[in-house]
């Protein structure tokens, strides 16, 4: 009898130093991961990279380290990876929102515009998602860039009635005007933009654009000016130069 006691007492104590070990195992986990979210908010992705991928090796049923190794994926551009690690996020918990949003942005960066518009619809039907505006302008971003500019005209609408000054929808309905050829409400929303974020150097440039549809080249170069002047190095500014170039060689 004493012998089965002690034969009980043994699994016990074992019992206790592995659940001892899960737990010491998961703290560590959850420092790499969080030391990882850091360099990638510093924006050393390789370094995030390095600390999210030894914090999978300890536990890779963590809905939020995989949400996080997508978008350090994103950034280094590898969208391919990124669609991986968000479903894996996704199949550990269905309704994780923030991964399901990422999940179409790395789809909008494969350019595959039609599942992303799947996922985003997902995402803003969501009544617990709580930036709504968000998917309704990646919507509008992908019909856009499918060349359907009455859609996405709809869709940066909708995301403007929920959050009327977000310059990321703003901008959106202000390029979609643009290649409608309607001038003057391109005007109106990328000025609303620049309003709402003053150091957009995209957004002058658009709007350096509008006024050449409405045949105003002085306020055009202006704008124009100003891109160049907030993102001296951005390909926004070598588009600036080049019309500006246009507007001086101009009679």
């Known amino acids: ?24 195992l998961r703290k560590r ?4 991961r969080d030391l990882g979210k ?21 536990n890779p049923d963590d809905h939020i ?18 669609v991986a690690h968000f479903k ?22 494969e350019q595959k515009y039609d599942e992303a518009i799947a996922i985003f619809k997902e995402v803003s039907g969501d009544l617990l998602y709580a930036t709504p505006h968000y998917p309704l302008t990646n919507i509008g971003y992908a019909y856009y860039q499918k060349k359907d500019y009455k859609e ?14 977000f310059p990321l929808a703003l901008r959106g309905l202000g ?17 609303a933009a620049i309003e709402s974020d003053p150091t957009s150097a995209e957004a002058y440039y658009e709007l350096g654009e509008s006024y050449l549809l409405l045949q105003n080249p002085a306020k ?9 002047q907030l993102k001296p190095d951005s390909p926004e500014a070598k588009a600036a130069k080049s019309e500006l170039m246009k507007l001086q060689n101009s009679p």
């Open 175 to 191: 390029r979609t005007y643009l290649a409608m050829g309607k001038g003057a409400a391109a005007q109106a929303a990328l000025t």
């Open 65 to 82: 380290l995989q949400n996080y190794l997508g978008q350090v994926y994103l950034a280094k551009r590898k969208p391919e990876l990124a």
């Open 152 to 165: 996405a005209e709809s869709y940066y609408q909708k995301a403007l009635e929920l959050e009327p000054s």
């Open 88 to 109: 894996q996020a996704l199949q550990l918990k269905p309704d994780y929102a923030v991964a399901k949003n990422n999940l179409g942005v790395a789809y909008l960066k």
């Open 220 to 228: 055009a170069k202006t704008a124009f000016q100003k891109a160049v």
């Open 29 to 32: 986990e959850v420092a790499y």
């Open 1 to 24: 009898m004493r012998k089965y006691r002690i034969l009980w007492v043994a699994c016990v104590l074992l019992l206790v130093a592995c659940a001892a070990d899960r737990t010491d």
């Open 38 to 58: 850091q360099y990638y908010l510093a924006g050393d992705y390789t370094s995030a990279l390095k600390y999210l991928l030894d914090a999978e090796k300890m």
